[in-house]
Each structure stands twice: as structure tokens, then as C-alpha cells.
């Protein structure tokens, strides 16, 4: 694992908090910010950049990367990856990996989908015994990791294989249900009222401004240095243009006959409460700045009072948990369950997260990059499938901006003194 100081101490500090930062005016944030950017520490700026640049490449190269249908599609398209890498952050936080939080989540499906259709078991207690397992699979794996010493890589990779046998034994050799249940298929294939579109752009903002004045509030009582407030109405002015044009986007008419598709979907409200929940979790609990400062160092950790071997346990069970979450956004899409959910999508997931910003190597990153990042893999497949590329194209690019990523991660490592290897 890479340690650095830097990194360990940041999240005791507050590191990825709203208001964090050093006392000034909008210009002193701004070279500060500028000089962050110059040491290495870019956070999702790259992604961003490259989901401009794709954005752009693609509404040149097909009239129907920038329609309102498409623009719909590709939000339903990238909810199961922006959940799923949502859910690694948390153990790729702390320098580990999970490779069968795809599976896992296959395979809390195949268990759902058999004793509803197979056992009638009402759906939703069903789909509670698939969040059951879950649970249990990041329980196993964190006493594993964290308990015992295994590598998580070692004891994930063997879950992998595992759970897909378990899933062809649940759901059998060529087997598939049909996903039955309305209110299961809805969230990804219904939408909002347009007045829920414009509700919900509303509740963010005030979400999101009540939480800007609500730390700095913390801070000041502390005697903390507040950023400017100048900060705060900038991010709120950004996310009002921005989910406006959105909202007005989606609350468009993007049917093809005579009955009118409009408004946000379901999902992105889903997602977004994810979002927000798991970042408040990381930014303004000791649980998530425990998580930042085991990625840092864990033995500095360890001699500072965290119980890093509960903080891991629970990272894990997060993980998995969400990745079932992940894999039911997946189910709701195709409408089917086989015994193949989740198998191909982990490594998706990583590079979601990585692409976005998130260290590989622990202790930097946050849920929103890992958002941003799947993004950008979205785009990219979304993009080529319009231009009817073949997907061996679509898996080089993907590869290619991975790699890229991880290195840029590497490189700012070690501009910001924190390359050396233990």
C-alpha cells in the first residue's frame, strides 16, 4: 500500500467536507485549488474533462447521441455501474478490492427471482433474503481480510468463482426467469411526473445548501476556518443550471407514438439518495474518516485508537450490500434473471472508479468520482453503440482509459510524495 501522511491525516481533518479548506477570499480558494491541481491531487477533473471531450466527439458523429430519448437511456444504462462502483468505493478506499461484488449480487437475484416465481414467497420478503446475503457475503469476506490476514484479492477471487456456481445451483444450467413484479420493473422503466422532475431538482438544492450551512455552522463553532461563502452560492448556482437543463431535457416528449414518454426516471432519484447518503457517511461521520485514514495508513490508524479491523468489516459489508442494489437496477433493465447476472460487470465497476478519480491504492477518492467515472464508461458504450461499432472496440477504449487513469493516479502519487511502496 502507498503511505503518506498527507493522505493519512487529510481525512482526520475533514478531508472531502464542504467548507473544508483554508480561510480567504474566492481568489485565495482558487490558488489553492490551482496549486492542489498542480501537486497532483486532481480528483475527478480528469474524468470530467474526458466526459466533455466524449460528449463532444459523439453528438458530432451521430445526430442521436444529443436526443432527449437517448439522453433517458443512457441514465437508466449507467445506474447499475454508478451503483456498483458507489458500493467498491468503500474497500477501494481502504487499498483493498472486492472482484465478486458482481456475483454476489447475481447471485442475491438468483435467490429472489426462485422463491418468489419458483416458491411464492412474496417479493418483497424475497428480495430482503437476497439483501440478506449480501450482508452475509461482506460479513464473510471482512472476517476474512481483516480477521484472519487473507488478501482481500485472494479470498474475493475465490467468492467469484464460487458464487457463480452457486448461482447455476440456485437457478440451474441454462435457466431464466422473467423479473414479475410491476414495482420491480418500474425503476428502470418508469419515469416521473414533470412536476417530480422540477421537486426533485428543488429538494437537492435545498438538501445540498442545508448542508453547506450546516458545516460551516460545525466549523465555526469548532474554530475552523470557513472557505468563502462565495463557494457555497457558486455550487448551488452550478447544480440549479445544471439539473435545470436536465430536468427540462428529460421533461421533454421522447415517445414514438401517440402516448407521451416524459420525465426524469425513476431511478436517477434512487441513485442520487445513494449518492448523497454514502457521501455524508464519508465526509461527516468518524466511520468514514476511520476509512480515509486506514486507506492512508493502517498502521498509523491502529496506533491512533481505530478499530480497523470492525471499520473493514463493515466496509465490506457496505460493498456488498450496495452491490446488490447494483445487480437489482440490472434485473429491473433486462427484465430476466439468469444464472450470469453480475459476472462481466465487477472489473467495470473498478474502472468506474479508478476512471473517476478514486486511488487504487487507498485513502483518496470519493463517491461522486466513482459516479462520474462510470459516466464516462457509459458514454463510451453508449457512444460506439450508436455509431454501430463492434464491442472488441468498445473493450479496447474502455482498457485504454483505465490504464490512462491508473497512471495519472500513479503519477500524482508520487508528485505528492506518496509513491513509495510498503
Not at 424475497?126 to 457475503?137: D, Q
Not at 485472494?154 to 467468492?159: F, M, N
Not at 420525465?263 to 455524508?280: D, E, K, Q, R, S
Not at 478519480?357 to 485513502?363: E, K, N, P, Y
Request: hydrophobic content about 55%; proline content about 3%; charged content about 10%.
Amino acid at each position: 500500500m502507498t503511505t503518506s501522511s498527507k493522505d493519512a491525516a487529510a481525512p482526520l481533518m475533514g478531508e472531502g467536507m464542504i467548507g473544508s479548506g483554508i480561510e480567504g477570499g474566492l481568489g485565495d480558494q482558487i490558488r489553492a485549488w490551482w496549486q492542489r491541481v498542480r501537486s497532483g491531487d486532481m480528483g475527478a477533473l480528469p474524468a470530467i474533462g474526458g466526459l466533455v471531450v466524449l460528449g463532444a466527439l459523439f453528438s458530432l458523429l451521430s445526430p442521436f447521441f444529443l436526443t432527449e430519448r437517448n439522453f433517458a437511456n443512457l441514465m437508466n444504462q449507467a445506474a447499475t455501474l454508478v451503483m456498483l462502483g458507489i458500493a467498491l468505493v468503500f474497500v477501494l478506499l481502504l487499498g483493498e478490492i472486492d472482484l465478486s461484488a458482481g456475483v454476489t449480487g447475481g447471485v442475491a437475484m438468483a435467490l429472489f427471482v426462485v422463491l418468489n416465481a419458483q416458491f411464492g414467497v412474496p417479493w418483497p420478503l424475497a428480495l430482503l433474503i437476497g439483501f440478506v446475503v449480501g450482508f452475509g457475503t461482506g460479513a464473510l469476506i471482512g472476517f476474512f481480510v481483516a480477521r484472519v490476514g487473507i488478501p482481500s484479492f485472494v479470498v474475493t477471487l475465490g467468492l467469484f468463482l464460487g458464487y457463480q456456481g452457486l448461482a447455476l445451483l440456485i437457478i440451474g444450467d441454462g435457466g431464466l426467469y422473467r423479473l414479475q413484479v410491476p414495482e420491480l420493473v418500474a425503476i428502470q422503466n418508469s419515469n416521473l411526473p414533470v412536476w417530480a422532475g422540477w421537486a426533485l431538482l428543488a429538494i437537492m438544492i435545498l438538501i445540498s445548501g442545508g448542508t453547506s450551512w450546516w458545516d460551516r455552522a460545525r466549523r465555526t463553532r469548532a474554530g475552523v476556518p470557513n472557505r468563502t461563502i462565495t463557494v457555497v452560492w457558486i455550487k448551488l448556482a452550478a447544480i440549479a443550471v445544471i439539473g435545470g437543463i436536465v430536468v427540462f431535457v428529460l421533461n421533454q416528449d421522447r415517445g414514438q407514438s401517440v402516448v407521451a414518454v416524459q420525465g426524469v426516471p425513476v431511478i436517477v432519484p434512487i441513485v442520487l439518495a445513494v449518492l448523497w447518503i454514502g457521501t455524508f457517511v464519508l465526509d461527516r461521520t468518524k466511520f468514514g474518516r476511520y476509512i480515509y485514514a486506514i486507506g492512508g495508513n493502517k498502521e498509523a490508524a491502529r496506533r491512533s485508537g481505530i478499530k480497523v479491523r470492525l471499520i473493514m468489516w463493515w466496509a465490506f459489508v457496505i460493498c456488498s450490500t450496495l452491490a446488490v442494489l447494483s445487480a437489482l437496477f440490472s434485473v429491473a433493465r433486462v427484465g430476466s434473471v439468469d444464472a450470469t447476472v453480475g459476472r462481466d460487470i465487477v472489473l467495470s465497476g473498478v474502472a468506474a472508479a479508478v476512471v473517476g478519480g478514486v486511488s487504487l491504492f487507498g485513502g483518496k477518492g470519493r463517491l461522486v468520482h466513482a459516479a462520474i467515472g462510470a459516466l464516462v464508461i457509459a458514454v463510451i458504450t453508449n457512444g460506439l453503440g450508436l455509431l454501430g461499432l463492434p464491442a472488441g472496440i468498445n473493450l479496447l477504449v474502455t482498457g485504454g482509459v483505465l490504464i490512462l487513469a491508473a497512471t495519472v493516479d500513479a503519477l500524482s502519487r508520487l508528485r505528492s510524495g506518496g509513491g513509495s511502496r510498503v
